[in-house]
């Protein structure tokens, strides 16, 4: 199929079908003799089970450092990205890396809300604290 039916049935755009195959999630494509790109039910799959991983928290750049494993959903039956271990080569680090930049954000959220309130609460009238 081509970038836009395949775009369509990954829930995604054309645009983003390119931007993974630049950054190393998607291989190259195979290509028709007039050099559009032509993509099949794997490379599909591939595109969803990255757009979930992208709406689960990860980021593109955390994907990419695990790209090579995606390999392991072209294997019939489809096998786990993550072994059983918790290897460097597996997703563990890179999830417990997203899991405390989340944290330490959501602490940092969490700080700024608390001031905020206290200054409405006042009516802006106190200084804030320098935290």
Known sequence: MRIGDAAAAAGTTPRALRFYE????LPPPTRTPSGQREYGPGEVARVRAIRQLLAAGLTVDDLVSRAHRFDLLDEDPPRRCCAADSGPETFAPVVSARLAALDAEITRLTS?????????AT???DEPDED
């Open 22 to 25: 630049q950054r190393g999630l």
């Open 112 to 120: 700024l809300r608390n001031k905020l309130a206290r200054l409405a």
């Open 123 to 125: 009516g802006g009238t």
